[in-house]
């Protein structure tokens, strides 16, 4: 039980249940009743000892002090009884509390009435909570108490025992709830502005703000519903009542099992990404989170703005003691330890990242003895990279060329650099992201690339996705077959014997087919009427290649020459006869202004458009050879069962793999990524180029003793598709291996394959059985084509 004594009154909780209020002069103090004699009342008198933590009012009478009111209570002055026990019925309790209540709150005027104005609160930073609040409403026949505005509910003896107990947890924890984050005044606030307990948040500063990361606690609803406010700091409040029961605070939920904070920012960085920075800031501000720290903000300026110096300390650390907290007084924020890194990160490339763009704008500056002391005394002794180190290197000749000249602009060609004033710290920035906590620095366009992998996976689960068309984000994606080319629409049959091999022109409006007849056949893709018959070789067709403007196509035949056509006149512009064995396989720099032949004769060959050779690969019996879209790599395989990977620009072979299976073709992805060869023992295989990896493995195919070539197609290329000796046509997903579909049609070997560029629903076979086939998903487009003299509807 309680006995709660103060100066003027005094109120006692008797072991019979009784309240009785007294007057008396001493000061107020708490004890327990238990804590008293057994055999005499709790002490009454002036001399009752005061606590050290009593807290001391006025002396002032209260007698004096007390308002008039038209309906007396009962006088201070009188001891005022109610009897409870097992009989009193609800009347009785709701009585002796509202009676309780009221002379509270005449105490409580009575004692702003002496001081005339409201006592402040003690400077202690843990203050007591206030003793006179209204008393717990009494459940009318029961002896249960219900706290509002909690639903919590106590038996009638413990109501009491818990307002003392949570005056005694408030003055004896001097320590925040451990389980609760508080925000200390030290890192709070960069303006003076006082803490709002419901939105403790600056403005949202898109990445730029010197303010630091911080969590604070949120107000207002979750979801749409709350039923507590939550305030910052480290107080809370219910918002219907002030019981001073002691209840845990909600934990923040998550958002349907993901990280609140993380959604949080994350969305902040995505709107300011849209241009709308104003809700940034207001979610900022409601939510309590930032994007990012002022430590961040700063290093992000830095190596925008090419203070490289700067930028090291930030990321690694420097003499100030800061970890990306704000100073109160509004100084420049310290550097501190560092920012925190990513696991496995570098710190040595990150360094070679930021030294070797501070050589490069050294030398476009042309500051030679900078950019050469940067080379030596920064660069070199990071050991990095020693490729890098020896291109760089090379660029110190560059320097003196630069200072004889009037640009800049050779510097760029030769490291491929578009200059401070480009995008080339934005780049940097980018890469130094990768390496630091993404908890600390969010990478870019995180929103953008969760989007991207959310639709890239609904693509892979979707057997015939085959539109460039995105998918919508508002449902869940899946494709109809029936908008798949499952069907023969039409079959040509110009050719009198073989057909080996054909292809598509870039723009998709042209397909060309090469045959053991000597002959290559150009069809309009509108009609797939004859365009043109080429029939100068004297030997079978095995290849032929489209320039990049779709202009010119090159030729290789068993006759050991290659030739190369002018496409708007069928003219042949020149015949290459220097190779001693048929020419296999040929391809085109995306520039168009050279092209590459490959011959059983172990040569691959650089020729320009006047037929002049520019260089020669020896030692390997080309099967195929393949210049990348990007134009940096010239990959080819040979009848040695090996790949070899080149740097077209540099000539060098970079690496070259030796299996066991014979390759016969060999094709690579637009994005230059990832190249497909075909296997001779029923199997074909996705690469990296970077790695030489398998990516992935596509088998069912037949294949072992004819050259069988395979193709990436359909929207977006994601299919693989490949002919076979069983006369079927194989089509695989890419991303995830799954045999989409297998296609009769030829009665003979099917020997190569082709998607149509800019049309993914039309593919077209090429088989033993001299027929080209056109494969598209639209039964009726056969009515188009059916005058065709060159071909036959189905």
Not at 279 to 288: D, K, M, R, V, W
Not at 698 to 706: A, E, L, S, T, V
Not at 775 to 791: C, E, V
Request: glycine share 6%; charged share 20%.
């Amino acid at each position: 039980m309680l006995v709660f004594q103060r100066r003027g009154l005094k109120s006692e909780a008797c072991s019979q249940g009784a309240w009785r209020t007294v007057n008396s002069g001493t000061p107020a103090t708490f004890v327990l009743a238990s804590e008293l004699p057994q055999d005499r009342p709790a002490p009454v008198t002036s001399d009752h000892p005061v606590t050290s933590n009593t807290r001391h009012l006025t002396s002032t009478p209260l007698t004096s002090a007390l308002p008039s009111i038209d309906s007396q209570p009962p006088s201070l002055g009188r001891v005022t009884t109610v009897n409870i026990n097992s009989t009193t019925s609800g009347e009785e309790l709701i009585s002796a509390s509202q009676a309780l209540s009221q002379q509270a709150r005449i105490l409580s005027q009575g004692l702003q009435a002496t001081t005339g104005r409201r006592r402040r609160r003690s400077p202690s930073p843990d203050p007591s909570p206030d003793i006179f609040q209204e008393p717990p409403v009494a459940d009318p026949g029961s002896n249960r108490v219900i706290e509002r505005g909690e639903g919590h509910i106590q038996p009638l003896g413990q109501a009491t025992a818990s307002l003392y107990s949570s005056y005694q947890e408030g003055r004896t924890s001097s320590q925040p709830d451990r389980k609760r984050r508080r925000l200390s005044s030290k890192s709070m606030r960069l303006d003076p502005e006082p803490s709002n307990p419901n939105s403790s948040s600056r403005p949202f500063s898109n990445g730029t703000s010197l303010s630091p990361l911080h969590k604070a606690a949120p107000s207002g609803s979750t979801n749409g519903s709350s039923q507590t406010h939550i305030a910052t700091n480290g107080s809370s409040s219910s918002h219907s009542s002030h019981s001073l029961s002691t209840h845990l605070r909600p934990s923040r939920p998550d958002y349907f099992g993901h990280d609140r904070e993380e959604v949080t920012r994350i969305l902040i960085q995505s709107l300011g990404d849209l241009g709308y920075h104003n809700a940034a800031g207001a979610l900022s501000q409601e939510s309590g989170y930032e994007l990012e720290s002022s430590s961040v903000a700063a290093f992000r300026s830095a190596v925008l703005q090419g203070q490289w110096a700067d930028a090291e300390d930030l990321l690694f650390g420097g003499t100030s003691d800061d970890r990306g907290g704000v100073n109160i007084n509004n100084s420049k924020p310290g550097i501190g330890s560092g920012l925190v890194l990513a696991e496995g990160s570098n710190a040595n490339e990150m360094l070679f990242l930021m030294r070797q763009q501070k050589f490069l704008e050294f030398l476009e500056e042309r500051d030679l003895g900078r950019a050469l002391g940067v080379l030596r005394t920064e660069l070199t002794p990071l050991n990095q990279d020693v490729a890098k180190l020896h291109a760089l290197s090379r660029q110190k000749l560059i320097t003196y060329s630069l200072l004889m000249c009037h640009s800049a602009e050779d510097l760029k060609s030769q490291a491929n650099w578009d200059g401070a004033a480009g995008q080339s710290r934005h780049a940097v920035l980018s890469e130094l992201s990768k390496s630091i906590s993404p908890s600390v620095m969010i990478p870019e366009h995180r929103l953008a690339v969760l989007l991207q992998q959310v639709k890239q996976n609904q693509i892979s689960n979707c057997l015939y996705h085959n539109t460039a068309s995105s998918p919508s984000l508002y449902t869940d994606h899946i494709c109809d077959r029936s908008q798949f080319p499952l069907k023969t629409v039409l079959e040509l049959r110009k050719h009198s014997d073989e057909v080996w091999y054909l292809q598509f022109s870039h723009d998709g409006t042209r397909l060309a087919s090469a045959s053991r007849d000597n002959k290559i056949i150009i069809y309009d893709t509108e009609t797939f009427e004859v365009v043109r018959t080429l029939s100068e070789h004297n030997g079978w067709v095995a290849y032929v290649a489209w320039s990049p403007d779709c202009s010119k196509l090159i030729s290789c035949s068993h006759d050991k020459k290659a030739k190369l056509w002018d496409m708007h006149s069928g003219n042949c512009l020149f015949t290459i006869e220097h190779h001693t064995e048929p020419v296999s396989s040929c391809s085109w720099a995306p520039d168009g202004l050279t092209f590459v032949t490959g011959s059983m004769d172990k040569q691959m060959c650089a020729w320009n458009l006047s037929g002049s050779l520019l260089y020669t690969w020896k030692g390997y019996r080309i099967n195929a050879c393949v210049i990348s879209p990007d134009g940096q790599r010239l990959i080819c395989v040979s009848n040695e069962k090996s790949i070899h990977v080149y740097n077209y620009l540099s000539r060098e072979e970079e690496y070259n793999v030796q299996l066991k299976v014979d390759l016969t073709c060999l094709s690579i992805s637009q994005d230059s990524r990832y190249m497909l060869v075909n296997m001779s023992d029923n199997e074909i295989q996705l690469l990296d180029i970077e790695t030489a990896d398998i990516v992935r493995r596509f088998m069912g195919q037949k294949q072992g003793n004819y050259v069988i070539r395979s193709a990436f197609g359909g929207a977006n290329e994601n299919f693989v598709i490949s002919g076979s000796e069983d006369s079927r046509i194989y089509i695989w997903h890419k991303d995830n291996g799954t045999l989409v579909e297998t296609l009769e049609g030829h009665s003979g070997c099917v020997n190569s394959v082709a998607w149509n560029p800019k049309d993914p629903c039309m593919f077209a076979s090429a088989g033993d059985d001299h027929v080209v086939r056109i494969w598209s998903k639209d039964s009726d487009a056969k009515g188009k084509w059916r005058n065709s003299l060159n071909g036959s509807a189905r």
